[in-house]
């Protein structure tokens, strides 16, 4: 089992930074891949980015150029730092751990873009 634990969410102005982090504990293996999604109620929930053991990543058009994610495979810990930030960033962000058939999400983090 998984425990995935978020933070770092809250409220910026458009055009500010935030930085999440997530911090995992339990039965891992880092060969896991790590990352972000994000959902608005009512909406599905989207990937944001993932990144895999040896730092290849994959992000979503919405957060290309913007959003970094990063991760510490000694730590088991995986970031997002967004610039740039929109108010149609808005949402709760949830981290995600994955391998195999096996995957776990985070409680979620709000974020709030608004001035």
């Known amino acids: 089992q998984v425990q995935l634990v978020e933070s770092g969410g809250g409220l910026v102005q458009p055009g500010g930074s935030l930085r999440l982090s997530c911090a995992a504990s339990?039965?891992?293996?880092?060969?896991?891949?790590m990352g972000w999604y994000r959902q608005v109620p009512g909406n599905q929930r989207e990937l944001v980015a993932i990144?895999?053991?040896?730092?290849?990543?994959n992000y979503a058009d919405s957060a290309k150029g913007r959003f970094t994610i990063s991760r510490d495979n000694a730590k088991m810990t995986v970031f997002l730092q967004m610039n740039s930030l929109k108010v149609e960033d808005t949402a709760v962000y949830y981290c995600?751990?994955?391998?195999?058939?096996?995957?776990?999400w985070g409680q979620g983090t709000q974020v709030t873009v608004s001035s």
């Open positions: 995600n751990y994955m391998l195999g058939s096996v995957e776990s």
């Open positions: 339990g039965r891992l293996s880092s060969i896991a891949v």
């Open positions: 990144i895999n053991m040896i730092g290849g990543t």
